[in-house]
C-alpha cells in the first residue's frame, strides 16, 4: 500500500492558498496504521492546532451554526496517494481484511469495487427480484445517450450523478431497477472527426472513397475509440446493466428507426417537400436548430470562416438604393445585413400604411445589380421604424420572405449554392465565387453605379453551425419532413392535462409554447454516417409525362419495390428504384431510444415489462429538442406515452456564473477531478483541441488563472455528492473545484468517523437488532433520534427526487450530529473500566445505517467501510451494501425524540458560548470548571442530564449548578444565553491579566480598523447593504465583547495576586 509523494503538484484553485511545504512523509508508509495504536504526537499537534483556529473562529463569528459545502472549503494541502495494491482479478471481491488506511485516499477506495459489482450482477433487474426487500416493483431509467466521439464533461457527470443516485435508491429500496445505458452514433460530429482523421493520416478526402469503403473506417474509429465513454460512466460509479447497452447505429436501432420511418410514412406524417432549411455550406447538409448557434453582435465584428480566405464583417447594414422605374430622380432605399443575397431579390415590400412610400403604390423598381423590374409590394409583417422601412424581399433564402414571397405569389430564386458559392442565376461575374467573396463584389459594383447609400454598425445575431463554426444559410432543398402539429397537440396536452410531469412545473410554459408553435421537421441529412433513408425513387417504369417525382418507402427495397408495382401498375421487374442517399438526423433515432433500447418493434419482455420507463431525467437544454420528440414519436408509435415524469436539472456553470465552453478554457473533464491533473496537462488537452490561435490564447490565460496549480485529485464520491448538493428547483449551477475539494473532506471526516468506531467495536463485537436497540443514556437517545431524523430527510429528499435535502441531511448527520458532537461527547465514557455496551451498539448503528443512507451518493465510500462493519448474528448480511435495505423512516420512528433534540440545542448553545469564552481568554489547554445560573427550575433539570456532555463539548472541566439569587463567583467569566441562564467560566489562576490585557487590546484595535474602514464606505443597495449591516453589527457585537473580557480582566488584576503568585 505505498503513498506516493506529489512533490510537484500543488494544487490550489478557484481560492484555495497552496501549501508551503512539501507532503508530509507518513510514518506508516508499508502498512496502515492499526485500529488500536495510539494517537501519533503530530496528529495531537494538527488537533490542537485545528481546535485553536475553531476557536478564533468562534470568537471572530465566523463559525455559523451549520455551514454549507460551499462555505466550509480549506486551504488544500498536497496529500498521499494511497494504492491498493492486494492482488485482485477483475471481477473478484476486494479483500477488505486488512485494517483500514491512516487516511482518505479516493484511488484506494475505488479500487475493485465497479468490477466486483458488474459481475455479480447486483445491477441487473433479475438479481434483485430475488432480494429479500423486493417490493415486485419496477423503476425503469435511460441514459441521455451522449456523442460517441466526445468524452464526458462535467454536465454529463451531473446527469449521471443525479441519475445514478435515484437508480442505487430504488434498488436499495426493493424495486426491480432497469437503467440502460447507450451512445449515440452523433452523425455530423463522428463524420467530421473521421475525415479529419483521414485527411491527417492518409492524405485522402471523403469522396475519393466509396460510402462502403468510408462508413467501414467509421466503424473502425468506433471500435477504437467509442469505448472511452463507457470508461468514464464505469469511474462515475454508474450502476447500468451493461448486458443490455446500445448503440443507436447497433441492428437493433436499425431495425427500429426504419420501422419508425415506415409507420409513420403510411400514417400521412412524413412527406417530402422543397422547403426552406437550416444548412451548412461547409457540412453541404442540412442541420437541426440546435446545432445552430445564435451569437449575438454588439456592432462591426470580423470572424474567420471556412473556404474564406480574409475575415469576414458583420454587424453593420448596406443602405441600397432601388431606383423607381419611369421616375429618374426617384429611388427607394433598402437596408440589409446580407449583401451576397442581392442577386436573389424578387420584390421590395413596405408597410401598406408607411407614408413615406404610399405614393409609390403599385409602381415598379429597378434591380440595382441586373436592371430587371421589381414590385413594390405591400405587406403589414414590414416593421416601419426598422432601417429605412423598405425591405428586399429574398424568398430562397429568408423563411420570414418566404412567407411574404407565397403571400404575394412571388417566385423564389436561389443564388447561394449547397457548399456556398454563387450559383448560375447570379450571372458570370459572380457564379461559383464563395458567397462572402461575392458579397465584397457586389458593394464595389453597387459603388461604381452610384446606388450605394452607405454603411453604419447595426446590433444582430448571426447564426453559426456549432460543429463547423460556419455561418448557417437558409436554402431551398428537396427534404423529409415530419408532420408535427397533430402529434405536438397532443404533447401539449399531455402536459396540460397532468399525465406528463415536468419537474420543476416552470418548464410547462415552455413547453407548450414550443408545441403551439412548432413547424414541421426535416430530417434529411446530406451524410454518409447514419441510417440511410428507407426511401427510393422510382427512376424507370412510372408515367413519363408525370413531372412529379415518384417515391416509394419500405422495410427492404424488396417491399419498396412491391409498393412501387402496385403504386405504377407496371410489374416489379420493369422498375428501377434509387435509394435515397441521405441519411436521418440523428435526433430521429434518439427520440426512438426509450423504446427502442428495450426491443421495440418487436414485443421482447424488456418491453413489456419497463416501458413506459418510471422517469426520464435530462438537463434542461434537451427539453424541447429530445424530450419534445420522444413525447411525440413514443405515442405515436407505441400508443402510450415514454415516461409519465420528466426531471429537469440546470446547466452547469464555473463559478464566475460563465457557460461551459471550450474557448473560456473552463470546460472540466470529471476525470481530471476524480485523479488530479497538473496545469501541463490541461494546458496541452487544449492545444490538442481544435481551438483558433486567438481562442486558444485566452482559454490558456483563463485556465492557468482558474487552475495555477492544476486540480487536487477529489474522487469520484466527492465529485458526485457536490455535484448532487445543487437543487434542481434553483437557476443554473455554478460549480468549483474547490467546493469538491471541500466534499473530499467530508469524506475523510467519515473515514476518520469508521476508524474510530472499529477501534471501539474491536473484533468480538455482536451487533445487537436495530429494533431492540433503546438506549437509556440521553447522548444515546439523542444521536438515535438524529439518525431516525435524516432517515426520514432522505426519504423525502428521494421522494420529491430532490436531491439537495439528501445532501444536506447526510452532511449534516455526519459531521455536525455525529462526528462534531457525539463521537467527542462518547469519548469519555467509553475510557471507563468497565466499558458499557450501549455506546457500541450505538456506534454500530450509527456507522451501518449512516453508511446505508449514505451510499446512493457515495458508493464507494460507503461499500469500502460498510464491508468492515460486524455482521448482525441471525439473518445473513447482504453481500453488498448495494443492495443492502436502505433505511426506512418508518423502521426507526421509534427512535425520533424532537422533544429530546430540542433540549439538546440548549446545551449545544452553552457549549458554544463556553468555546467562545474559552477562544475569548486564550485558554488552550486548561479545563476550568464551569457553573449554570437559572431562575427557572425547569432549566436547571434540562441540563441535569447533559452536565458530562456539556464540560466535554465545551472543552472544559467540571460543571455544576449556581443557586438561583447567589451572587456571581469572583474571578469567573461570565456569558448570558438567551433566556434566564448564565453560564460562569473560572478564570481566577488560570489567566495572566497583565499578559493578556495587550493581546486584547491589540484584537480590539485590529478590529476597530475594519470597522471604521466599513463606515467609511459609500452607502450600498440591495443584497450588498444587508450584507454589510451584517458585518457591521457582527464586528461591534465582537468589541463589545473584548471591552467586557477586558474590563473583566482588569478586574481580575486588581483583586488577583502577582503573576509570579499565580497557581500551576
Known amino acids: 500500500m505505498p503513498h506516493l509523494p506529489l512533490a510537484s503538484f500543488r494544487p490550489p484553485l478557484w481560492g484555495l492558498r497552496p501549501s508551503r511545504g512539501l507532503p508530509r512523509s507518513h510514518p506508516l508508509s508499508t502498512q496502515p496504521e492499526p485500529h488500536g495504536s495510539p494517537i501519533s504526537r503530530r496528529n495531537r499537534e494538527a488537533k490542537q492546532k485545528r481546535l485553536r483556529e475553531k476557536q478564533a473562529a468562534l470568537e471572530a463569528g465566523r463559525v455559523g451554526k451549520s455551514k454549507s459545502l460551499a462555505e466550509s472549503s480549506k486551504a488544500w494541502s498536497p496529500k498521499e496517494i494511497i494504492l491498493y495494491e492486494i492482488p485482485t482479478e477483475p471481477g473478484e471481491k476486494k479483500d477488505v481484511s486488512g485494517p483500514l488506511p491512516p487516511a482518505y485516499s479516493p484511488r484506494y477506495v475505488e479500487a475493485a469495487w465497479y468490477p466486483w459489482w458488474v ?22 431509467m435511460c441514459i441521455p445517450p451522449p456523442n460517441v466521439t466526445g468524452s464526458l464533461h462535467i454536465g454529463h457527470a451531473l446527469t449521471v450523478a443525479i441519475q445514478d443516485a435515484l437508480v442505487r435508491w430504488h434498488r436499495m429500496r426493493g424495486d426491480q431497477v432497469l437503467w440502460v445505458p447507450g451512445t449515440d452514433h452523433a452523425g455530423i460530429a463522428t463524420q467530421a472527426v473521421v475525415e479529419k482523421q483521414l485527411w491527417k493520416e492518409q492524405g485522402v478526402r471523403r469522396h475519393e472513397l466509396s460510402r ?42 436499425s431495425v427500429a428507426v426504419t420501422e419508425a420511418f415506415v409507420r409513420l410514412y403510411k400514417a400521412g406524417l412524413l412527406y417530402r417537400s422543397h422547403q426552406l432549411v437550416n444548412w451548412s455550406c461547409a457540412l453541404r447538409s442540412a442541420i437541426s436548430d440546435i446545432e445552430v448557434e445564435s451569437r449575438p453582435l454588439s456592432g462591426r465584428t470580423e470572424l474567420l470562416l471556412p473556404g474564406c480566405p480574409t475575415p469576414v464583417s458583420f454587424g453593420f447594414l448596406l443602405f441600397v438604393a432601388f431606383p423607381v422605374d419611369g421616375e429618374p430622380d426617384a429611388e427607394v432605399v433598402v437596408g440589409t445585413t446580407r449583401p451576397e443575397t442581392l442577386p436573389g431579390d424578387v420584390a421590395v415590400a413596405v408597410h401598406p400604411e408607411d407614408s413615406r412610400y404610399t405614393h409609390l403604390h403599385g ?99 448571426l447564426r453559426l ?66 441510417h440511410q433513408i428507407p426511401a427510393y425513387l422510382v427512376t424507370e417504369g412510372h408515367a413519363k409525362g408525370d413531372r412529379e417525382e415518384c417515391w416509394v418507402v419500405g422495410r427492404s427495397e424488396a417491399e419498396a419495390r412491391e409498393v412501387a408495382a402496385e403504386l405504377t401498375g407496371r410489374p416489379e421487374a420493369e422498375l428501377a428504384l434509387d435509394r435515397d442517399p441521405d441519411v436521418l438526423d440523428t435526433w430521429f433515432s434518439s427520440a426512438l431510444f426509450p423504446f427502442s433500447a428495450l426491443g421495440w418493434p418487436q414485443k421482447t419482455p424488456d418491453l413489456a415489462r419497463f416501458y413506459p420507463l418510471s422517469l426520464l431525467e435530462t438537463g434542461n437544454d434537451l427539453l424541447l429538442f429530445w424530450v419534445g420528440r420522444m413525447v411525440m414519436l413514443g405515442t405515436q408509435l407505441t400508443g402510450q406515452l415514454p415516461f409519465s415524469k420528466v426531471l429537469l436539472h440546470s446547466m452547469v456553470r464555473d463559478r464566475q456564473g460563465r457557460k461551459m465552453s471550450k474557448s473560456l478554457g473552463n470546460v472540466l473533464d470529471p476525470r481530471d477531478i476524480i485523479s488530479g491533473v497538473e496545469l501541463q496537462e490541461l494546458q496541452a488537452k487544449l492545444r490538442d483541441g481544435s481551438l483558433d490561435p486567438t481562442e486558444l490564447a485566452i482559454a490558456a490565460a483563463a485556465q492557468k488563472k482558474d487552475f495555477p496549480h492544476g486540480i487536487p485529485e477529489c474522487g469520484t464520491d466527492a465529485l458526485r455528492f457536490t455535484l448532487c448538493s445543487h437543487g434542481v428547483l434553483g437557476g443554473d449551477l455554478h460549480l468549483s473545484v474547490s467546493e469538491v475539494l471541500s466534499c473530499r473532506h467530508f469524506c475523510n471526516k467519515i473515514w476518520n468517523a469508521l476508524r474510530f468506531i472499529l477501534k471501539v467495536l474491536g473484533e468480538k463485537f455482536v451487533p445487537q437488532p436495530a429494533e431492540e ?28 427526487r430532490e436531491l439537495s435535502l439528501v445532501t444536506h441531511a447526510l452532511h449534516h448527520f455526519w459531521l455536525h450530529s455525529l462526528c462534531d458532537v457525539y463521537l467527542e461527547a462518547v469519548k469519555p465514557v467509553l475510557s471507563r473500566s468497565p466499558c458499557p455496551s450501549e455506546p457500541s451498539q450505538v456506534l454500530f448503528s450509527c456507522a451501518d445505517l449512516g453508511l446505508r443512507l449514505l451510499a446512493p451518493l457515495m458508493p464507494f465510500l460507503a461499500e469500502e467501510l460498510w464491508q ?113 441562564l448564565q453560564v460562569y467560566m473560572e478564570l481566577q489562576g488560570l489567566v495572566d491579566p497583565q499578559t493578556h490585557l495587550p493581546l486584547l487590546a491589540a484584537r480590539r484595535h485590529k478590529l476597530q480598523k475594519q470597522l471604521d474602514s466599513l463606515l467609511a464606505q459609500a452607502p450600498l443597495e440591495g443584497v450588498a447593504e444587508t450584507q454589510m449591516q451584517q458585518r457591521l453589527s457582527s464586528l461591534q457585537l465582537e468589541l463589545s465583547k473584548l471591552d467586557r473580557a477586558a474590563s473583566h480582566l482588569q478586574q481580575l488584576m486588581e483583586e488577583s495576586p502577582g503573576p509570579g503568585e499565580l497557581k500551576p
Request: glycine share 8%.
Open 212 to 253: 462502403e469503403d468510408f462508413l467501414r473506417e467509421v466503424w473502425q474509429w468506433k471500435e477504437a475509440k467509442g469505448g472511452e465513454i463507457c470508461e468514464q460512466l464505469r469511474a462515475l460509479g454508474a450502476s447500468l446493466d451493461w448486458d443490455r447497452e446500445r448503440f443507436t447505429m447497433d441492428a437493433g436501432s
Open 465 to 530: 453551425c456549432s460543429r463547423s463554426g460556419d455561418v448557417v444559410e437558409y436554402l431551398l432543398r428537396s427534404q423529409w419532413f415530419v408532420r408535427c402539429r397533430e402529434m405536438g397537440d397532443r404533447a401539449a396536452k399531455a402536459v396540460e392535462s397532468g399525465a406528463l410531469e415536468l419537474s420543476p412545473s416552470f418548464h410547462q410554459k415552455n413547453w407548450q409554447h414550443w408545441f403551439s408553435h412548432i413547424g414541421d421537421w426535416c430530417i434529411s441529412r446530406q451524410l454518409w454516417w447514419g
Open 119 to 140: 459481475r455479480e450482477g447486483f445491477f441487473k433487474p433479475e438479481y434483485q427480484a430475488r432480494l429479500p426487500q423486493s417490493t415486485g416493483k419496477t423503476f425503469s
Open 773 to 800: 436497540l433503546s438506549p437509556s443514556c440521553p447522548m444515546d437517545a439523542w444521536i438515535l433520534s438524529r439518525l431516525a431524523l435524516a432517515a426520514w430527510e432522505c426519504e423525502r429528499g428521494f421522494l420529491t
Open 363 to 461: 409602381h415598379w423598381l429597378r434591380h440595382p445589380l441586373t436592371g430587371q423590374l421589381l414590385p413594390l409590394i405591400t405587406d403589414s409583417a414590414v416593421q416601419p421604424h426598422v432601417g429605412t422601412g423598405a425591405v428586399k424581399v429574398t424568398p430562397a433564402h429568408s423563411p420570414a420572405d418566404a412567407e411574404m414571397g407565397a403571400r404575394h405569389g412571388l417566385s423564389p430564386l436561389s443564388v447561394i449554392a449547397e457548399d456556398g458559392t454563387m450559383t448560375s442565376l447570379c450571372g458570370d461575374w459572380l457564379q461559383g465565387l464563395h458567397r462572402f467573396v461575392a458579397r465584397e463584389k457586389i458593394m464595389s459594383a453597387l459603388r461604381e453605379r452610384g446606388l450605394f447609400r452607405g454603411l453604419r454598425e447595426h446590433p444582430m445575431v
Open 868 to 980: 468492515r462493519l460486524p455482521q448482525r448474528p441471525g439473518c445473513p448480511a447482504a453481500p453488498s451494501i448495494t443492495i443492502a435495505p436502505y433505511p426506512s423512516a418508518h423502521s426507526l420512528e421509534h427512535w425520533r425524540q424532537p422533544e429530546l433534540e430540542q433540549r439538546f440545542s440548549r446545551v449545544q448553545e452553552a457549549a458554544q458560548a463556553l468555546r467562545a469564552l474559552r477562544a475569548t481568554y486564550q485558554l488552550t489547554t486548561a479545563r476550568p470548571r464551569v457553573l449554570l445560573q437559572s431562575p427557572e427550575p425547569g432549566e436547571q433539570g434540562l441540563f441535569q442530564s447533559f452536565l458530562e456532555p456539556l464540560g466535554t463539548l465545551g472543552h472544559c472541566g467540571a460543571v455544576g449548578f449556581l443557586p438561583p439569587g447567589t451572587a456571581a463567583p469572583t474571578g469567573w467569566a461570565q456569558a448570558a444565553l438567551s433566556g434566564t
